[in-house]
């Protein structure tokens, strides 16, 4: 028999008993009479503020016993969730009525605190089971004072639990708190605090399956649907029209110059070539900057493969309502494991470009993203350490991201750029070029690299710009966004403009015999990114009641992250567009 040294059965004790510690506790949700169901305390924060959060004993209430934190896991943590135990106790099935929870003095400066916070609307939010539960710190008496200084301050003192459950699971659960158990904060003089709650519960028929839907259907209402299907078929609408005019004016064009120079050929060989044709010989000349272009495609496709697995998991259920910090790991680990394509890409068309530094162009390839995203976040983490909100990441967060980054996205993104590299992929070009590159005529001012963008990014997001509002409501405010099949819609309308007016408008830039048009189909595909960092600007005046330093950064410091993030991505969809339109043409017709 073989002899177990001791430490393996050590471990295995452990892990026997862990797991039976957990089968027994929360993890499979299913509760016998009088067994003690997980409360946690998350948050506190102003509510028009949400990224502006705090711990909820930051504040000076009080607890029942020793305060004991949940671990918490990387998605959990971007999210700013910081779960403590809290004060309140909700055995399974044991009704409380005014039960004290906890008492406390407050101090004179505690209750400033409390009154700034109620004056601010703030609002604290838990977990009860993993269902989230919100509720407000107080209220502000405004009636019949016109004069601020006259306002009454009130600090809430008693909650009220309603659990529903079937058999063993707890269902539903819902919080209010009472308006007239409430505590005076308006005057600065220490008071005495007697948190006190009450606890209902009642049988349901709703099955522990379901219970998340009621978080989902907020967004899914009629009236909002309807909005939704306003939105896509205004979009459908407009692109139908809009590339339906846009083809058949292409079409006709194109089909006229196929005509002409097919008949300039026969009639006379030396007759001199204009438009198009006349720039054959520079038209795959190759672009200025080449390791910052193959570079930007190299990220822009890595974030396009991001942003399609995201769709993926939404679509299959996985970033259901409330399933804190899903979509934070998913970004993360997705991230890092697709850096290889980026890294196989940028390489592969750097040297189909004829590059020769292609270790210079793999840095560049993984700082071009990173690194103003990395930029950014040191900012803002800065910030919300100096206000102590839970945005600040810990520091083992901070390393644990780091060791991704050193141990996962960069290895792969050499080992994507040593394949590109010896791929020994060739450019493909109908025409050969020239070796001296003809002069560029002069050019209207609208036919110009910022008044093309600005045309290029307008119809785009006038096919997006309705949805927008959602996906802000619910990323920037407290909506809940759950409508993943109709934004995947929008964001395959949104691919299709772009691609379709990116071709449009390098036909015309070739037409006018301008041939620098590698970078200007790039730019003029990512400009919608820069129409919906104005957006930004337009929703943080007009849509919402966000305001406050920390706040104002965070919102335009991530969101410029977002926004050059879709610069890139769409860039990127424009200029393979348009690769594949001019080969296209230049294929069409007889090149010396």
Known sequence: MVKMRPWVVAVAIVALCGVTQVRSSASDHRYKARDEVPLYANKVGPFHNPSETYRYFDFPFCSSGPVKEKKEALGELLNGDRLVSAPYKLDFLINKDSEIACKRKLTKEEVAKFRDAVSKDYYFQMYYDDLPIWGFLGKVDKEGKTDPSEYKYYLFKHLIFEVSYNKDRVIEIGIRSDPTAVVDLT????????????????????????????????????????????????????????????????????????????????????????????????VFRYPKYKSLFAAALGSGTQLFTLTIFIFILALVGVFYPYNRGALFTALVVIYALTSGIA????????????????????????????????????????????????????????????????????????????AGKNSKAEFQAPCRTTKYPREIPPLPWYRKTLPQMAMAGFLPFSAIYIELYYIFASVWGHRIYTIYSILFIVFIILLIVTAFITVALTYFQLAGEDHEWWWRSFLCGGSTGLFIYAYCLYYYHARSDMSGFMQTSFFFGYMACICYGFFLMLGTVGFHAALFFVRHIYRSIKCE
């Not at 005057?187 to 519960?201: G, H, L, P, R």
């Not at 292409?250 to 001199?272: C, G, I, P, T, W």
């Not at 909100?389 to 290895?411: C, D, E, K, Q």
């Open 343 to 418: 890294g196989y890409t940028a390489a592969s068309f750097y040297c189909q470009l004829e590059g020769t530094n292609w270790v210079r162009n793999l840095l560049l390839t993984g700082s071009l993203f990173c690194g103003p995203l990395f930029l950014t976040f040191s900012f803002l983490n800065t910030v919300a350490i100096v206000y102590n909100a839970t945005a600040a990441l810990p520091f083992g967060t901070i390393v644990v991201i780091f060791l991704i980054w050193a141990l996962v996205t960069s290895p792969l993104l050499v080992l994507g750029g040593i």
């Open 187 to 282: 005057e600065d003089e220490a008071i005495n605090v007697e948190f006190t709650y009450t606890v209902k519960w009642k049988e349901t028929d709703t099955s522990f399956n379901d219970r998340m839907k009621k978080y989902a259907q907020s967004s899914s209402l009629p009236h909002h649907l309807e909005i939704h299907w306003f939105s896509i078929v205004n979009s459908c609408v407009t692109v139908l029209l809009l590339t339906g005019f846009l083809a058949t004016i292409l079409m006709r064009v194109l089909k006229n110059d196929f005509v002409k120079y097919a008949h300039d050929e026969e009639s006379a060989d030396d007759q001199e070539e204009t438009g198009w044709k006349y720039i054959h010989g520079d």
